[in-house]
């Protein structure tokens, strides 16, 4: 218990004489004490999870303990425990969608060891990305170290570079050169591709755009033209108006993805997720000046 005492002052003829008062206050309750045989804990914090192909069925497998290769798409989350006189196990409280992880919750540990590892299986296609969550059963759990933990988990394609363009944003007021690369392993039943402008407002744009992963995706057809944006809600910046918004609803009507040979030119809406205005559409634009692949 943390108790704090106030030094009082009495002055005396011969000189200063010092007396500690009584107690003034208790600043607060003693901790709890944790009298469970397990006291288990998140062990380290995983980070987000990023996989890729690595050749045949094998996967790079990225997070905060580093790159790993896998035969099988998974990673892992290191349980802890802080008694380990023991050997113990139990079940952790898993939340994922069923269509995306496979994992068996159960952590085991001999007598003496205080770590184990869940592994957790991903079935994201390449493209897709989401969350799984771990979290100690309360009845296991050390209260002075993370109880739970949530990782995001996406599925990369391999982006094999194609070269340059020379963008020129009207949103921004800008023009540079920006990489473009292909999703090597995406494929389409009508032959279509997918292709991103990396980071392409981080390099046009750094005030606004202040990191760089920002990526403008979308799909070309067979023979090199425009099809469509990737998603409804594309995020591109990371300010204010972040995202440029693709909607069916507004395409052919107030947006637009078209090309010739190898210039491109999208319109679209921009905004900061509060709504839609006709201030907001913008045109960005750019030319495949340096490998362009089409005739």
């Known amino acids: 218990m943390k ?5 009082c002052a009495a002055v005396a003829s011969l000189g200063l004489l010092f007396s500690a008062c009584q107690p003034e206050e208790v600043l607060r309750e003693p901790s709890p004490v944790d009298d469970n045989q397990v006291q288990a804990f998140i062990f380290n914090n995983t980070g987000d999870i990023t996989m890729m192909p690595a050749g045949g069925d094998s996967v790079y497998v990225t ?24 050997a113990v196990s ?6 994922f969608k069923d ?23 991903s079935l994201l296609d390449y493209g897709q990305s989401s969350t799984f969550s771990v979290q100690i059963p309360k009845e296991c759990e050390y209260s002075y170290a993370p109880q739970s933990v949530t990782v995001a988990v996406s599925a990369d394609y391999t982006w094999v570079p194609m070269g340059t363009v020379t963008m020129s944003s009207q949103w921004e007021g800008a023009m540079g050169v920006v990489p473009i690369e292909k999703a090597k392993e995406f494929m389409a039943e009508d032959g279509s591709m ?12 750094p005030e606004y755009c202040t990191v760089p992963g920002l990526h403008l995706m979308f799909y070309l057809n067979a023979d090199y033209s425009a099809k469509g944006l990737t998603a409804v809600w594309n995020k591109v910046e990371n300010t204010g108006y972040d995202w440029i918004y693709w909607s069916e609803e507004y395409v052919g009507v107030y947006e637009f993805f078209e090309s010739d040979g190898n210039e491109y030119s999208l319109t679209a809406f921009w905004t900061d997720g509060s709504g839609l205005s006709l201030d907001w559409l913008a045109t960005e634009s750019w030319v495949w000046d340096n490998g362009y692949p089409g005739k």
Request: glycine share 6%.
């Open 63 to 86: 997070w905060s303990g580093g790159t790993f290769v896998s035969a099988e798409p998974v990673f892992p989350i290191v349980i802890g425990r802080n008694v380990k006189t023991e």
């Open 194 to 205: 997918l292709f991103r402008l990396k980071s392409p407002y981080y390099i046009l744009a």
């Open 99 to 121: 269509s995306e992880f496979v994992v068996n919750p159960k952590v085991s540990f001999a007598e003496g060891e205080d770590v184990d590892t869940l592994w957790v299986t």
């Open 3 to 7: 108790t704090r005492y106030v030094i």
């Open 90 to 95: 139990f079940d952790l409280e898993v939340f």
